[in-house]
T-cell receptor
Framework: EPEVTQTPSHQVTQMGQEVILRCVPI?????FYWYRQILGQKVEFLVS????????KSEIFDDQFSVERPDGSNFTLKIRSTKLEDSAMYFC?????????????FGPGTRLTVT | DQQVKQNSPSLSVQEGRISILNCDYTNSMFDYFLWYKKYPAEGPTFLIS?????DKNEDGRFTVFLNKSAKHLSLHIVPSQPGDSAVYFCAASPGGGADGLTFGKGTHLIIQP
């Protein structure tokens, strides 16, 4: 069964450093998303991406964040200058386009630890 | 600002009995509702969904009920099995493909043998 994959599974970085989290969405999906879950809190939407541009973004997704689809398979989230409060699980998700249902399929997540 | 609320942080149910997980929402723009299951150190796994034009959707042991006037939905699992022990998240969407999901805080379901 097709699945969303994410790398790395765990990333440790120092405050102020740039990190890139990588995702490979399900191959026939055209909508891509990033979410995060801070420890003990709920899963929060960051951004959605369609047709090579951002479709929606939340208040969390400020200028420190960017997304890119550098090739036909990868989807990346970049945090330019990490802060302690960026420590969280980051989930990538994808969904089919033009579907009558709106299920999003999630990857296993990347645990980001900012020290 | 909790647009999607799951008021029970945990629920313990005996194996073989029915598990009922509840979810309330406040945003009338939500048009599509989903339930996800999550094990530790894994991503959320899609379980079942329902459109606002329906009041019930069933898939095997899982049934979701939607009461739009009460802005309430519930997930029924019957019979409950040990592998159902996980955190269950209710999520809602305005219904567009690009829309992010709004999640509740989750309910930890524990199935007792």
């Amino acid at each position: 069964e097709p699945e969303v994959t994410q790398t790395p599974s765990h990333q440790v970085t120092q405050m102020g450093q740039e990190v890139i989290l990588r995702c490979v969405p399900i191959s026939n999906h055209l909508y891509f998303y990033w979410y995060r879950q801070i420890l003990g809190q709920k899963v929060e939407f960051l951004v959605s991406f369609y047709n090579n541009e951002i479709s929606e973004k939340s208040e969390i997704f400020d200028d420190q964040f960017s997304v890119e689809r550098p090739d036909g398979s990868n989807f990346t989230l970049k945090i330019r200058s990490t802060k302690l409060e960026d420590s969280a699980m980051y989930f990538c998700a994808s969904s089919e386009t033009l579907a009558v249902t709106y299920e999003q399929y999630f990857g296993p997540g990347t645990r980001l630890t900012v020290t | 600002d909790q647009q999607v609320k799951q008021n029970s942080p945990s629920l313990s149910v005996q194996e073989g009995r029915i598990s009922i997980l509840n979810c309330d929402y406040t945003n009338s723009m939500f048009d599509y509702f989903l339930w996800y299951k999550k094990y530790p150190a894994e991503g959320p796994t899609f379980l079942i969904s329902i459109s606002s034009i329906k009041d019930k959707n069933e898939d095997g042991r899982f049934t979701v009920f939607l009461n739009k006037s009460a802005k309430h939905l519930s997930l029924h699992i019957v019979p409950s099995q040990p592998g159902d022990s996980a955190v269950y998240f209710c999520a809602a969407s305005p219904g567009g493909g690009a829309d992010g999901l709004t999640f509740g805080k989750g309910t930890h379901l524990i199935i007792q043998p």
